[in-house]
Structure formats: structure tokens, C-alpha cells
């Protein structure tokens, strides 16, 4: 079962490393770390904080540039050391 800590790692990494906010979206074999990623990809896609990208050749994620405040909330709750990082 995926964790609230999981998502938020998952959505900070999105956020942080490269900025995958709405059209910019990062492939999914980069997070093959996660290991209830497609439990997480689920979830966060069906409550909208995440956009799957289905292309021919592989799929890319990226979070919801209209529940921007919310994610970055989120994140900064549930891992207090990146609060007023992720911008």
C-alpha cells in the first residue's frame, strides 16, 4: 500500500529535479525506485494531482499545474525539510 510519504516523494522529485508541472513531463522508467509506483501513479492521477502522457514508446508523468498549491502543501507536510523549496 503506497503511503502518503510515497506520493509526496514521488511529486517532490517531479517538482524539484526537472520542474514537470502540466506539458513537461519526466518518463516513467526514471522512477522505478518507487516500489508501489503504479499504486501511487494511480491514485495521484485519478484524485488530478497527476498527468500520465501515453506515447508510443513509453509514458511520462507530471503533476497538475491547477492543484499546484495543493501538491506543494502536500509535499511540505508530509516532508517538513523541503518546505519553501519547491517553488
Not at 508541472?21 to 518507487?34: A, T
Not at 488530478?48 to 508523468?61: A, E, R, S, Y
Not at 491547477?66 to 501538491?71: A, L, S, V
Request: charged share 30%; net charge positive.
Amino acid at each position: 500500500m503506497a503511503s502518503d510519504l510515497e506520493k509526496a516523494q514521488l511529486m517532490s522529485v517531479l517538482a524539484r529535479s526537472k520542474g514537470n508541472w502540466g506539458e513537461k513531463y519526466d518518463r516513467l522508467e526514471h522512477f522505478k525506485r518507487f516500489q508501489n509506483l503504479k499504486e501511487i501513479i494511480k491514485k495521484l492521477s485519478k484524485q488530478g494531482w497527476l498527468i500520465v502522457h501515453d506515447k508510443p514508446n513509453f509514458t511520462g508523468i507530471s503533476l497538475n499545474t491547477q492543484f499546484k498549491r495543493e501538491i506543494i502543501e502536500f509535499i511540505e507536510k508530509e516532508m517538513p525539510y523541503l518546505k519553501g523549496i519547491i517553488k
